[in-house]
């Protein structure tokens, strides 16, 4: 079964453990993931220990086609997020 974990979900889970009201899980939840974005942009890079590293990778522009019709265009440059999983990550996980 696939699981999306939102916001919600995370605040009900600060809301449960920690006894904060909803409003208040809401707002931390928010700014937690505000300052991981945050600190993702500004740095490049972000590593979060036991869990792994997020880091901005950027992407030359190249020709690329349409798969329907054949068509051949340019794909501009950009910058795209990768995550690599921690060793503890991978173990607790079994993938390893």
């Given amino acids: 079964m696939k699981k999306t974990i939102t916001r919600e979900y995370l605040a009900n889970c600060i809301k ?3 006894g904060l009201s909803r409003a208040d899980s809401l707002k931390l ?3 937690i ?3 991981i974005t ?12 036991n ?11 190249r020709m690329g086609r349409n798969p329907k019709t054949g ?3 340019i794909i501009t440059a950009r910058s795209v997020i990768s995550f690599s999983a921690s060793e503890k990550l991978k173990s607790r996980l079994n993938l390893k």
């Fill in 16 to 18: 449960e453990e920690l």
């Fill in 29 to 31: 939840v928010s700014l």
């Fill in 33 to 35: 993931l505000n300052n």
């Fill in 38 to 49: 945050n600190s993702i942009k500004k740095d490049k890079l972000l590593k979060l220990p």
């Fill in 51 to 61: 869990l792994g590293t997020f880091k901005i990778k950027n992407k030359n522009s």
């Fill in 71 to 73: 068509k051949e265009s």
